[in-house]
């Protein structure tokens, strides 16, 4: 097993054994649902809720060794915690709590990445919504992959449902066009 994989099914069994609510985001669901690319770290959405972050965070800074000094500060500020694997391999953990990340987290299934190691990814409609939400260059390369190998499968309806509030909440105005043409490019 690669480790980047190992590094998944790290903090994947570290939140069941807590019965946490988390997905793998990033790079790795992209694998499942995209066009696969290499990845260098590890993405994690797990719902923290309001108020309840330090707990958490604390928690993970006993079983992952924080990626800067400060890491749980940076963690309450920034609402991601930047920690590494046993082996080293970076892991961010975004601190959800909003609507939209309880409802990625619900929708999320199992998928198998390598013989015998399954991890727990959002769906390829929450994968969208992230990427279009976060903006980057790479993050637009891998909705248009997301769009070409899910096609007519990906539920536009819950993409426009999920994405619209989060981009009003950014006052993002480029976001919605950019998925439109990409989305209508099908």
């Known amino acids: 097993m690669n480790a980047i994989f190992r590094a998944a099914r790290e903090i994947e069994e570290f939140c069941r054994a807590r019965a946490w609510g988390f997905c793998i985001i990033g790079g790795l669901a992209v694998q499942r649902w995209g066009e696969p690319r290499l990845t260098r770290d590890v993405g994690v959405t797990l719902l923290t809720g309001f108020g309840n972050?330090?707990?958490?965070?604390d928690e993970l800074l006993r079983g992952f060794r924080g990626r800067l000094p400060d890491a749980s500060e940076f963690a309450l500020a920034n609402r991601v915690l930047l920690?590494?694997?046993t082996d080293g391999i970076p892991i961010d953990i975004a601190l959800g709590a909003?609507?939209?990340e309880e409802a990625a987290v619900r929708r999320a299934t199992p998928y198998e990445v390598a013989p015998n190691v399954e991890l727990t990814t959002c769906s390829a409609e929450d994968l969208v919504v992230l990427k279009a939400f976060a903006g980057r260059d790479r993050d637009w390369?891998?909705?248009?992959?997301?769009?070409?190998?899910?096609?007519?499968r990906l539920d536009d309806t819950l993409v426009w449902r999920e994405l619209l509030p989060l981009l009003e909440l950014k006052e993002d105005r480029d976001a919605?066009?950019?998925?439109?043409?990409?989305?209508g490019g099908r």
């Open 53 to 57: 972050e330090p707990a958490f965070v």
């Open 83 to 85: 920690v590494v694997s």
């Open 98 to 100: 909003m609507p939209f």
């Open 141 to 152: 390369v891998d909705v248009e992959g997301i769009v070409n190998r899910q096609g007519s």
């Open 176 to 183: 919605e066009p950019r998925l439109r043409r990409i989305l």
